[in-house]
């Protein structure tokens, strides 16, 4: 089963993308967490065939019916304290404007799964891609650097 993005559409404030194969997104508070949310779909089912089948990995289908009662994803409100992803968070937020990958993440935390928080934290709309990359010291790939989105900078 093929995975491409069909479509991303706007509803009140959220979006939700939907994939080739009948995933749907949770409602993600930016265009560009739907598409992120999307992604981590794709790669959770090329590495994981069995959930490509879409009955698996969709959390409650929605629909585009505006009248319906919509369930923002959990990631949509600001952390709470004491939470992983809270730490994650504020991480970033002392490293602006230089923003920290995902490696240094996890070595300045020492939390396990802080790419998931992070990723949580992409979906919220609540981090985002700077749009640079840093090279790691032990490998010759290049990491993504992740900020603050314009929303996280305003909250506190
Ligand atoms: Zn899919």
């Keep these: 089963m093929s ?15 939907e994939c080739s194969c009948g995933w749907q997104s949770p409602l993600i508070p930016s265009h560009y967490g739907a598409q992120v949310a999307f992604k981590n779909h794709r790669e959770r089912a090329q590495n994981d065939p069995q959930l490509s089948d879409p009955g698996k990995d969709m959390l409650g289908k929605f629909h585009r019916d505006p009248q319906r009662t919509e369930q ?9 304290t004491g939470t ?10 002392q490293a602006e404007p230089d923003g920290l990958t995902d490696r240094e993440l996890q070595q ?36 993504i650097v992740w900020v603050l989105s314009e929303r996280a900078r305003k909250a506190s």
């Design 3 to 17: 995975h491409e993005l069909k479509s991303v559409w706007p509803t009140g404030k959220y979006y939700v993308a």
């Design 108 to 143: 300045n935390l020492r939390i396990r799964r802080a790419r998931t928080r992070r990723q949580e934290l992409v979906e919220g709309g609540w981090v985002e891609d700077s749009g640079r990359t840093r090279k790691l010291e032990d490998t010759k790939n290049k990491a």
């Design 84 to 93: 992983q992803r809270l730490r994650v968070l504020n991480a970033i937020r």
């Design 72 to 80: 923002p994803a959990a990631e949509d409100t600001y952390p709470r």
